[in-house]
């Protein structure tokens, strides 16, 4: 059995994160519901990038992966009444809060995954000609890594640990 983080485990860039404005405390009273509400999204969303790549669309597919991806990050934020601020680098402080508290109980979530995942939904989203072009492989790992990330995060918010969402 992968090992759980313990409440200190990424504490202080959850401290430095809510310090710099980049994370907010929101009302924790709903935040299993709504964090069910998000992976229920994720698992959509999935779907999307399944079709998207049967259709030859690894752009999209990609895309589409790489947001269930962070919609599982981010569900785990609002599982402890937490969500970044939004505004340009959004994504990075999710990467960052949710790397440092979760990777070591769901090891996709590790930082070099996920700057991977974001930096090239980067790249199919906001066409660069000097970007590597996205392969039907690279859609296909991005959809494997994803659907194992949504499904951990799904079962590790199922079993709601108290050390994690006290």
């Known amino acids: 059995m992968t090992s759980m983080a313990t409440p200190t485990e990424g504490r202080n860039t959850i401290d430095y994160l809510l310090g710099r404005g980049r994370l907010e ?3 924790g009273s709903t935040a299993g519901e709504s964090s069910a509400t998000i992976i229920g999204r994720a698992t959509r969303r999935l779907l999307t990038a399944d079709g998207g790549l049967a259709a030859g669309d690894v752009e999209g597919a990609f895309a589409a992966a ?3 991806y962070r919609m ?3 569900a785990l934020l609002i599982r402890q009444g937490l969500r970044a601020t939004g505004g340009e680098g959004s994504h990075v402080t999710v990467e960052d809060a949710i790397s440092g508290q979760f990777a070591k109980a769901i090891p996709g979530l590790a930082k070099p995954t996920f700057e991977r995942l974001r930096r090239t939904r980067h790249a199919a989203q906001y066409f ?7 392969s039907r492989d ?8 994803s659907r194992t990330v949504v499904e951990e ?11 994690l969402f006290a």
Not at 154 to 163: S, V
């Open 25 to 27: 405390r929101i009302d």
């Open 66 to 68: 790489y947001d269930a």
């Open 72 to 74: 599982a990050a981010e």
């Open 128 to 134: 660069d000609p000097s970007s590597a072009e996205i």
């Open 138 to 145: 690279d859609a296909a790992w991005a959809l494997k890594t």
């Open 153 to 163: 995060v799904e079962r590790l918010l199922r079993t709601d640990p108290p050390e």
